[in-house]
Every structure is written in C-alpha cells, then in structure tokens.
C-alpha cells in the first residue's frame, strides 16, 4: 500500500496482492441484530446479492489491470502467444461462471414483476452488473489484439 501518497491527500488502494476482505454476507440490515444474524428468507433476495457480485467482477477487473501494468512496464517479459490465450480463455471462464451464478433478479433476462422501488434498487445493480462485466469482456478483447500484436512485433525482431 502507498501510504506517503496518502499524507498528500491521495485516495489509498490496497492492491490485491495485499490481499482482499472477505465479502459480506448474503443478508440484509434487518436480519441482523445484536446478538446474532438471522437467515435472509429465500423468498427475499438480499440486497447485498448485488454488491458482492460486482465485487466479485471488479476482483477479476483488477487482476487484469494488475497484469496488464507490469506488461507495460516491461513487455520483453510478456508472455507467448499460447500463454496469453490461455489467460484470456481463463479469465472469460471465470467472468462467465460470476455472471451465470447470479441471481434471477440480477440477471439479464429477468422479466419478473416490476415492484416499484425494490425493482428499482436490483435493476440498478443488474445494470451496474452487466455494465462492468462488459466493459471487462472488451478489455479482454483489446487485451488479446495488442497483445497479439506486441507479441508478433517481439517475434519478427528477434528473427
């Protein structure tokens, strides 16, 4: 962690080579008193459904970024073109299995009753959701073409 940048008044990031929090549990405020936590109902999905899932996609986000950041700093360590399409292939699978666990309310294709404000709250992460696993999906697409790319430049100067 950078706590010098943190004396200047800069936000401060623990990497996930630090380390990452466990998520929190799948229940909401109400389940939870003083002296225990109750089980969420299933007939009421938590609201914390939603957090812990894009929690779950940023994780993924971040060890992307992570990689990619020491690839720039020094490409000639980059890997070979079967080592990139094995993390990219990875790192998709590991994106899909997320988004395929998600909860009916949080998914794509739910076309469940519109319950006014709680329908509101869950379209809002199901967009959040969908917004950030797609955004991950193209970096994973870029990641691939300049990857590909570099590897290939690397390649015909060493020939």
Not at 8 to 37: C, K, M, W
Request: aromatic fraction near 6%; include cysteine.
């Amino acid at each position: 962690m950078q706590r010098t940048n943190a004396l200047n008044g800069h936000q401060v990031n623990f990497p996930d080579f630090e380390g990452t929090p466990p998520l929190p549990l799948e229940v909401d405020d109400e389940y939870i008193t003083a002296e225990s936590i109750l089980t969420q109902p299933k007939s009421r999905q938590s609201f914390m459904s939603g957090f812990i899932a894009i929690s779950r996609v940023f994780q993924i986000l971040s060890q992307a970024i992570m990689r990619q950041r020491t690839l720039q700093m020094n490409h000639k360590a980059g890997p070979d073109r079967n080592t990139l399409l094995d993390w990219i292939g990875e790192t998709t699978e590991e994106l899909r299995d997320v988004m395929e666990k998600l909860p009916p309310l949080l998914r794509h294709d739910y076309g469940g009753a519109n319950d006014g404000e709680i329908h509101s709250i869950y379209a809002t992460q199901q967009a959040n959701i969908h917004i950030t696993a797609l955004c991950l999906e193209l970096y994973l697409v870029s990641s691939l073409v300049e990857g590909t790319m570099l590897i290939d430049s690397l390649n015909s100067k060493l020939l």
